[in-house]
């Protein structure tokens, strides 16, 4: 529910009400389902209006198979499943290359690999979810100026329409993005490794319609995604994420639209059939970025401001909540031993149960990005036998897609 006002004292202060942030106070107060457990979600941009009218440049997110999993759990994802385009299908290339192999729902016996949806469409849904709850409380638009640690956890200092007012929490859970001002008031370093790359990101509109197949395709200067979108006004759309050298990125951004369509087929060919529109071009640096620290006693770090992953295979927010879910259950568990949330070997378990998770998923990103993104004679033959690989053993392809799909083990 929204408020205006503030107590003095939370059991847990979710800093952060974006996508990571608000499933994570969400599904905290589903699983506790006790109103004495108190949640507050600060949020620095005002999430009441959910009117925001549609758009063909509307940013999407590809949520896994898992992920789906997660939000049925917490009742949601009756309302998202409208709203998402199903990815039906697969198909895996390397430009210039042989070899090439399919993931297919069938094979998998699932309904689909994972969903496709608009940033706007499921913050909605979320804040809605937000708004309609009576166990999470919402301060928007607020910022933290402060958190320093206390006797009973941490004390913030919220700002909100010019006043300043302190609260404690036992727990805090910063989900504020990967340049955390509160991560670096707080001395906690990070790690970066810088990938020489920007991902192009735009919406295309395609001859042909995308009959629920998504396209990961390797080349040179890194992988090309086009991921199904919902038409808009009968438009055929995908989702276009395309990762290119540092010397390509302005020449892509600042070229004719007929330029940039001419180059996008060179890389992604006709498998849609003609390109006929380009949305807004965007571009972003792309890193590795790790926190030295994710837990301390009265704090834990969730999602980008956690690691921030290339955007290959789209594991960033799917891992973000696959950790919030693991939270939740290490919290389930301390809240039925009485024992603070913010209970340092509570937030040490926490950890160590997705250490693993979270080591696979980087090493998996950080390593396709490198073996994909370098044409030297070994990294090429290592590409065409791992993805002939892939098509010809159905066991091994299952386990990628699995992984994929955000379904350990």
């Known amino acids: 529910m929204q408020v205006q006002t503030t107590a003095t004292q939370y059991d847990v202060v979710v800093v952060g009400g974006g996508l990571v942030g608000a499933s994570f106070a969400l599904n905290l107060s589903q699983q506790i389902n006790d109103s004495a457990y108190s949640i507050l979600v600060v949020e620095a941009v005002d999430s009441t209006n959910f ?10 997110t590809a949520l896994s198979f898992g992920s789906r999993q997660i939000f049925e759990t917490m009742k949601l994802w009756s309302a998202i499943t409208p709203l998402a385009e199903p990815i039906i299908e697969i198909q895996v290339s390397d430009r210039g290359h042989f070899g090439r192999t399919t993931l297919s729902s069938a094979e998998q016996g699932v309904e689909a690999l994972g969903y496709v949806i608009e940033n706007r469409e499921l913050g909605d849904v979320l804040g809605r979810a ?10 928007a638009a607020a910022t933290i100026t402060q958190i320093k640690p206390c006797r ?11 006043q300043l007012t302190k609260l ?6 910063l989900a504020d993005g990967g340049r955390s001002s509160i991560c670096e008031g707080l001395g906690i370093d990070q790690t970066k490794t810088d990938y020489g790359q920007h991902a192009i990101i735009t919406n295309v509109a395609f001859e042909r319609p995308h009959s629920g197949v998504a396209f990961e395709r390797f080349t040179e200067s890194g992988p090309l995604a086009v991921l199904p979108l919902s038409d808009f006004q009968k438009s055929n759309r995908g989702s276009l994420v395309w990762t290119v050298s540092e010397s390509s990125r302005e020449e892509l951004l600042s070229c004719h639209e007929e330029t940039f369509r001419s180059m996008l087929t060179q890389y992604f060919g006709e498998r849609l059939g003609r390109i006929m529109q380009v949305g807004k071009r965007a571009a972003y640096p792309l890193s590795l970025t790790l926190a030295k620290e994710q837990v301390r006693p009265g704090l834990v770090l969730l999602g980008n401001v956690a690691h921030t ?12 909540l696959r950790d919030s879910a693991a939270l939740v259950r290490q919290l389930v568990i301390a809240k039925e031993q009485q024992v603070d949330p913010g209970e340092v ?19 998996f990103t950080d390593q396709t990005v490198k073996l994909f993104s370098n044409n030297q004679w070994g990294q090429s033959a290592i590409r065409k036998l791992g993805l002939l690989g892939l098509e010809l053993m ?12 955000g379904l350990k083990p």
Request: without cysteine; glycine residues 4%; hydrophobic residues 40%.
């Open 394 to 405: 159905p066991s091994i392809r299952s386990r990628f897609a699995r992984s994929a799909m």
């Open 152 to 162: 009973s956890g941490m004390e913030l200092t919220v700002a909100r329409e010019e």
């Open 51 to 60: 009117d925001q009218q549609p758009s063909f440049d509307s940013r999407s």
């Open 168 to 173: 404690s929490a036992k727990l805090v859970v």
């Open 309 to 320: 992953l290339h955007p290959v295979a789209g594991q960033g927010l799917n891992l973000a």
């Open 345 to 363: 070997k509570s937030l040490q378990a926490y950890l160590e149960s997705q250490n693993q998770d979270q080591f696979e998923s980087v090493l």
């Open 130 to 139: 937000m708004q309609t709850s009576s166990g999470v409380s919402l301060l």
